[in-house]
T-cell receptor, first 110, second 114 residues
Framework: RKEVEQDPGPFNVPEGATVAFNCTYS??????FFWYRQDCRKEPKLLMS???SGNEDGRFTAQLNRASQYISLLIRDSKLSDSATYLC???????????FGAGTRLTVKP | DVKVTQSSRYLVKRTGEKVFLECVQD?????MFWYRQDPGLGLRLIYF???????EKGDIPEGYSVSREKKERFSLILESASTNQTSMYLC?????????????FGQGTRLTVV
């Protein structure tokens, strides 16, 4: 079983749609959680950290469920510019050993 | 503006060649990483370093070595390039642990071994 698993997609949604991605992780001792965004042929960049209480940044909402060992990312009112691959990242021991999911590809269409 | 810079965007090398990938960061971070990214597999850690002259193996160190002689520079070396090392290579740096710290990536080096 992979340490971090994501649905690879692709997710093809119209502008304005709400889309949600899930990510599961295997190490119950994991400490830190993140969503990174990677545009085509570019490097990953931090989208948001995921906190235990859940957190929101504009149209983006991240949730953590420790009991079920998954994190989620919700994007509301999708924009064309949201088209990218979204990487789920788990830091098992908060010691820099980041574990990446393979990514979920999102395409937002006009 | 923080920066992680990789020496090449694209490289084509022949099988058996020794290949050097260079990475420099300007954020004074202790921790630096080398990943490779392949379709369907995500980012896999090759090596990381938490201080000058220190290195730790990641998940897939075979066929690779690293060098960290200065804090700002972390080099990945392919001792004898093989076609299965054709991949996108990403360097990253990160502050020491202690909270949810962001990793910063270089722009990537797409290496093709022929």
């Amino acid at each position: 079983r992979k340490e971090v698993e994501q649905d690879p997609g692709p997710f093809n949604v119209p502008e304005g749609a709400t889309v949600a991605f899930n990510c599961t992780y295997s190490n119950s001792a994991s400490q830190s959680f993140f969503w990174y965004r990677q545009d085509c042929r570019k490097e990953p960049k931090l989208l948001m950290s995921v906190y235990s209480s859940g957190n929101e940044d504009g149209r983006f909402t991240a949730q953590l469920n420790r009991a079920s060992q998954y994190i989620s990312l919700l994007i509301r009112d999708s924009k064309l510019s949201d088209s990218a691959t979204y990487l789920c990242v788990v830091d098992p021991y908060n010691n820099n050993d980041m574990r990446f999911g393979a990514g979920t590809r999102l395409t937002v269409k006009p | 503006d923080v920066k992680v810079t990789q020496s090449s965007r694209y490289l084509v090398k022949r099988t058996g060649e020794k290949v050097f990938l260079e990475c420099v960061q300007d954020m004074d971070h202790e921790n630096m990483f080398w990943y490779r990214q392949d379709p369907g597999l995500g980012l896999r850690l090759i090596y990381f370093s938490y201080d000058v002259k220190m290195k730790e193996k990641g998940d897939i160190p075979e066929g690779y070595s690293v060098s960290r002689e200065k804090k700002e520079r972390f080099s990945l070396i392919l001792e004898s390039a093989s076609t299965n090392q054709t991949s996108m290579y990403l360097c990253a740096s990160r502050p020491p642990p202690g909270g949810a710290t962001e990793a910063f990536f270089g722009q990537g080096t797409r290496l093709t071994v022929v």
